[in-house]
């Protein structure tokens, strides 16, 4: 169960009625298969098929491997990433072992890796919608050679997994060429809109994590909740709060929130727009970012996503459970934040599971895109990142 209060801390808003009209254009818009939304349909994101085919795959990778290399970047890694990073145990080996590769271009990361996986048994899948992401082509041909080194043509043939486009693109090609299993990136999902995909949901379940309760949760949210995050966020920006802190009290959702980031700066930050999305994780950053968020400029808000029970641990000192002290400090940061108007939406998580984390998923897609339209600017393309990779492809032609 997951509460939504948008209330407790936040400014008083007496226009919020004036978004009625606009809101319900948007939801019929997203209601209505169009470019780019079937996200919204989550019976489109992964069809039964799909469904059997990821979790029979997935037993077969947990089975014959050790390290699963997952090599993708931005929205075709971030939403695995966040999932898997959030159920991963503090100080426990999982098997298998999962990684991510793609984000950026460290060549000591490059070599250590290969020097870890040397004597392991690897599994990889490479996941890119276009299949022509400079990143994750790079990465996945030096680590095909390395493999191809390493294992026979049958051997590789079961060792190599493609999530790509459905006919298009470098990678479309590999499979066509040497028969490698293949997964289709759905053609009307984009990258940060995929978690709920094979693109997300196979690294995710390859993790032994319950994917079918993920698609629960999801189908279980109460989307007007999501609508009304949309317009909180979007009166606090008209209001000058151009900044969110996305403030977390518990580590294991660091990546969850860099997905946030991701989906959210990508599909509104536009046409001079947006609010940008930033992370804090409390208490470590009351000694740091939380100084700026009390007195600094008054640009920002904070939406805390806050888990309430997680261990029975007690301080014995205040009689009271951690969990508990962790809570009270959450807030109490919040009603100090909020005297000197830096306000907070919170989202309070009964606890962390699969069904909690789906239901998040789909309520900050939908919130995202529902932003974007109350801006005007298109939620799902991303000129601005297309730009530098033009710049960065004329560069490397030129050769040395
Ligand atoms: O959210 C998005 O659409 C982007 O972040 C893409 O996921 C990212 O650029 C990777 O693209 P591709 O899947 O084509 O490799």
């Not at 407790?8 to 606009?22: A, P, S, V």
């Not at 898997?84 to 298998?96: G, I, S, V």
């Amino acid at each position: 169960m997951i509460k939504f209060d948008f209330e407790t801390y936040m400014k008083e808003f007496d226009n919020r009625h004036d978004y009625q009209i606009k809101v319900n254009k948007i939801k019929d818009k997203l209601e209505v298969s169009g470019d780019m939304n079937d996200w919204y349909d989550l019976d489109k994101c992964v069809p039964s098929e799909v469904l059997s085919d990821i979790l029979d795959t997935s037993a077969f990778i947990r089975q014959n491997c050790d390290v699963f290399l997952v090599i993708g970047v931005g929205g075709s890694s971030l939403g695995a990433r966040a999932i898997t990073e959030a159920f991963k145990p503090y100080f426990e080996d999982k098997h298998p072992e999962i990684i991510f590769l793609g984000s950026s271009l460290s060549s000591s990361y490059l070599e250590e890796l290969i020097e870890y996986i040397k004597d392991k048994e690897v599994i990889v899948n490479v996941i890119s919608k276009s299949g022509s992401t400079f990143e994750t082509n790079l990465y996945f041909d030096y680590l095909y050679e390395e493999l191809k080194k390493k294992y026979s043509k049958e051997e590789l043939n079961k060792r190599i997994i493609i999530t790509t486009d459905i006919k298009e693109g470098s990678l479309r090609e590999l499979v066509d060429q040497k028969n490698y299993k293949s997964f289709v990136f759905p053609t009307n999902i984009g990258g940060r809109y995929s978690v709920l995909t094979v693109v997300g949901l196979l690294p995710i379940a390859v993790m032994g994590i319950d994917i079918v309760e993920i698609i629960r949760g999801a189908r279980e949210l109460n989307k007007e909740v999501a609508f009304d995050y949309a317009i909180t966020r979007d009166l606090l920006y008209k209001d000058g709060k151009v900044v969110e802190s996305f403030t977390i009290y518990e580590p294991k959702l660091l990546s969850f929130v860099e997905w946030i980031k991701q989906l959210l700066a990508e599909t509104q930050g536009k046409n001079n727009l947006g609010i940008l999305p930033v992370a804090t994780l409390n208490t470590g950053d009351l000694h740091s970012l939380g100084q700026y968020y009390q007195e600094g400029s008054r640009i920002l808000f904070e939406t805390v996503i806050n888990i309430d029970d997680s261990t029975d641990i007690t301080i014995d000192k205040y009689n009271k459970k951690l969990d508990s002290i962790n809570r009270i400090v959450a807030n109490q940061v919040a009603k100090s934040h909020q005297k000197d108007e830096t306000y907070s939406n919170f989202i309070t998580l009964d606890r962390l599971t699969a069904y909690n984390l789906g239901q998040l998923i789909y309520f900050f897609e939908i919130a995202a895109a529902t932003g974007a339209y109350l801006l005007e600017v298109n939620p799902f393309d991303q000129p601005g990142v297309s730009d530098y990779k033009k710049l960065v492809a004329r560069e490397l032609e030129k050769g040395e």
